[in-house]
């Protein structure tokens, strides 16, 4: 039985481009036309760079032409600052490859979600974190701007507390402040408990706002912005389906010396099996996202690491070995 389709069958989009390049890897196992992945290792984890190169590679992605760049790294959940410094470092080394900077750029750091949903509130509790620093040089003595960029930092909700939609937020910021650079930062639906809390992924092409539980929300991206948009998401949820489907694979791949039972596994379409989850999900309308009890201090965390890697590469004169200052 193939992922791909019973994903399609329960409406699971995967926010995670080395997700969807796993998971249709699989499915033909061979190389993806127009796609390629590059992968380098660290001390706590390894990177995975994906290349959508044309039309016919993002046909099959099914997203569009453009660097993905993943961090994966289970430290990222661990209480372990030396591990986050390294990783934010590692973090920001990436984003000076793809971010396109001049020394004086302007940037505007926008955190996507909602701030009273704690899986949902990773774009403003890095807000929080992060250094804003346009006042500077509209208002202070040049010495005290002195190996900094411009940077601005907005948390604009989400539409059901403001009655906005958020990139038209985002856009009236822009047309007013006029960035160079859109930075944004949401927290995405993993497709693999496994992944969540311990990957980060940046994209070249936007992103649309809660694509990954099933809401559609105009996209924050070049074309509707008018600068390059910057993406930065870590998954905080995974959809309670898939979490059956994989209890329901490792059930029977355990069974597997009962051959009768083996069979009858192989033997289930994918539509059976999807009624099957949603029988179990009916009381939640069949969109039951799940998340750690200790969402709360890895939320914390992984908004430090993105907040510490923001302000090494954004602006050249902090040192790393003291960037935590420059943290709020």
Known sequence: MKK????????????????????????TGREIPGVKMDEESFD?????????????????MGRSPGTYVTIES??????????????????????????????????????LGNWNATPDALGPK???????????????PEE?????RSVSVLAPGVLGLTGIETAEIIKGTIDRV?????????????GNVERINSTIQVATTGI???????????GINEETMGIPVIAIGVPTVVHAGIIAHQAMDSLFAHLQTTPSLQSV??????????QIINQVLEPFGGHLMVTPKEIDEQINNTAKIIAMALALSLHPGIPPEEVEHYLH
Not at 178 to 190: F, T
């Open 4 to 27: 791909s389709e019973l994903y399609k069958l329960m409406g699971i989009n995967l926010d995670l481009a080395i997700e969807a390049h796993d998971l249709l890897r699989g499915d």
């Open 44 to 60: 706590y984890g390894i990177t995975k760079t994906i290349t959508i190169m044309d039309e016919q590679g993002a046909s099959i």
């Open 74 to 111: 289970p430290a990222i959940r661990d209480n372990n600052k030396m591990a986050h410094k390294e990783i934010g470092e590692k973090f920001s080394n990436k984003l000076k490859e793809i971010l396109p900077l001049q020394e004086d750029s302007s940037i505007l750091i926008a955190g």
């Open 126 to 140: 890095t807000i929080e974190y992060s250094m804003a620093t346009r006042h500077l040089f509209n208002y202070a």
């Open 144 to 148: 005290l701007r002195q190996g900094l």
């Open 178 to 190: 006029k960035p160079d650079i859109l930075l944004v930062i949401d927290a995405l639906a993993a």
């Open 208 to 218: 649309s706002p809660g694509s990954g539980i099933g809401n559609k929300r105009m």
């Open 265 to 274: 596994y192989q033997g289930l379409k994918p539509v059976a099996i999807q």
